[in-house]
């Protein structure tokens, strides 16, 4: 019979490929060196999801977490912190943001309640005591519609924000407006700025109709590279 591995006989290997006598390339790699592969199995998994290949998600969810482990283990070589310590940490934070099942809340009925309190207890934990505060957190190393969505639905909650969806419109055919009359003159306009400003009331938009517009315009390029090979044949 084939040989199943615990998840501490996985922490051990982890380890031995980082010991003195483990693997040449597993001892040299850092957080740093190790960005790129953690981004990359988190998209190859999200791919996984969206084909709904279940085989392949099973491996890619094992390549996601030999990242994790990774990255845990080189904090502990230097007594930064341990696997242990990040389990405990996330286990800690979701038994905080589910008082509705862990504590005595029972106002949370629904997932938009869920959601609401989610949201609440994030920045009594964060300390954010102001939507600005909040925006400066998401980070930067987002895809940019991505990060641009959240930090819009923050600001969304601060009473600076009027939501005008006909409004987006309206300013979104004045760029284009701009653009297509620039294109006919010698006028000299920042057009990664303009472009800069229409994806960004995509994303506007996107937050309105409570669309991922990181996934819409994935399914978009799809449609479109179809399209290309029907072309093409």
């Known amino acids: 019979m ?3 591995y615990t998840y501490e006989e996985f922490l051990e290997i ?6 003195e006598n483990g693997c040449p390339w597993d001892k040299e790699q850092t ?9 990359e199995e988190s998209y190859e998994l999200v791919d996984a999801i969206q084909n709904k290949d279940i085989t392949n998600m099973r491996e890619e969810l094992g390549d996601v977490l030999l990242q994790v482990v990774m990255h ?9 912190f341990t696997m242990e310590d990040v389990v405990n940490d996330i286990a800690s934070k979701m038994v905080y943001r589910h008082p509705h099942v862990f504590g005595e809340m029972k106002d949370v009925n629904t997932a938009e309640d869920v959601l609401v309190n989610w949201e609440k207890l994030k920045q009594e934990e964060k300390n954010e005591e102001t939507p600005l505060e909040a925006m400066e ?18 600001a969304k909650k601060s009473k600076l924000i009027n939501e005008d969806v006909l409004g987006t419109i309206s300013a979104m055919r004045k760029r284009l407006e701009t653009l297509e009359n620039t ?3 010698t006028e000299n306009v920042q057009f990664d700025e303009e ?5 960004l009331d995509i994303v506007k938009l996107s937050t309105f109709f409570n669309i991922n517009a990181e996934f819409a315009l994935t399914k978009s390029v799809e449609k479109f590279i179809n399209r290309f090979r ?4």
């Open 230 to 233: 029907y072309i093409e044949n």
């Open 72 to 80: 845990a283990q080189i904090a502990k070589e230097a007594n930064e």
């Open 195 to 199: 472009i800069g400003n229409l994806l």
């Open 14 to 19: 982890i380890a031995q490929l980082r010991s």
């Open 2 to 4: 084939e040989k199943k």
């Open 183 to 185: 294109l006919q003159t």
């Open 31 to 39: 957080h740093e060196s190790l960005k790129a592969c953690l981004l």
């Open 137 to 154: 957190r998401v980070a930067k190393a987002l895809p940019a519609l991505t990060r641009g969505q959240k930090v819009y639905r923050k």
